[in-house]
T-cell receptor
């Protein structure tokens, strides 16, 4: 089963604008990760934020985590056409004996040149 | 190329046939995962290996599915008596560690179409 939901399901912006995607989840987590998937391809890891962290930056990416609300956001600044892809959040549960990453359904981002 | 490699990239099979997919993880990674992804959905966990030991299996993995990782290197995922509902992208990933939450490296996937 899938852990949570990304919001929005689809997002279309102009090149140069910022894109914000949100993720909600249901259980206690060890960490939350964001992945990108180009059409028909495998997933590429973008950034990981641990449960005791609130914000993390990597290049044009900014991730926030609010464990009290069980939510995270991914901000892509100064978007480029090459950022067009689906973005997934994935959680690593803090429960003992579970090794899986649980993915949401993704946000499909289209950046228009 | 030292990334995760999956073969074949595409497989079309008739309903009722058996299929086998192969995954070669990054060589120093001891952890290997299989996921299934259908159109418009996120990947769903199937099974996990630490070295050669299969430590976790999803209830999605019915009796028709079996996965192996002999010698803790490459892994195979076999689906017996395929059904149309098995049509999906099958993704393999590997990582060095878990718990601390190291990133998972994914292969390009094997797209299965059951006709």
């Amino acid at each position: 089963s899938q852990q949570g939901e990304e919001d929005p399901q689809a997002l279309s912006i102009q090149e140069g604008e910022n894109a914000t995607m949100n993720c909600s989840y249901k259980t206690s987590i060890n960490n939350l990760q964001w992945y990108r998937q180009n059409s028909g391809r495998g997933l590429v890891h973008l950034i990981l934020i641990r449960s005791n962290e609130r914000e993390k930056h990597s290049g044009r990416l900014r991730v926030t985590l609010d464990t009290s609300k069980k939510s995270s956001s991914l901000l892509i600044t100064a978007s480029r056409a090459a950022d067009t892809a689906s973005y997934f959040c994935a959680t690593a549960d803090s429960g003992a004996g579970s090794y899986q990453l649980t993915f949401g359904k993704g946000t499909k981002l289209s950046v228009i040149p | 190329d030292t990334g995760v490699s999956q073969n074949p990239r595409h497989k079309i099979t008739k309903r009722g046939q058996n299929v086998t997919f192969r995954c070669d993880p990054i060589s120093e990674h001891n952890r290997l995962y299989w996921y299934r992804q259908t159109l418009g959905q996120g990947p769903e966990f199937l099974t996990y290996f630490q070295n050669e030991a299969q430590l976790e299996k999803s209830r999605l993995l019915s009796d028709r599915f079996s996965a192996e990782r002999p010698k803790g290197s490459f892994s195979t995922l076999e689906i017996q008596r395929t059904e149309q509902g098995d049509s999906a992208m099958y993704l393999c990933a590997s990582s060095l560690e878990w718990g601390a939450g190291a990133e998972a490296f994914f292969g390009q996937g094997t797209r299965l179409t059951v006709v």
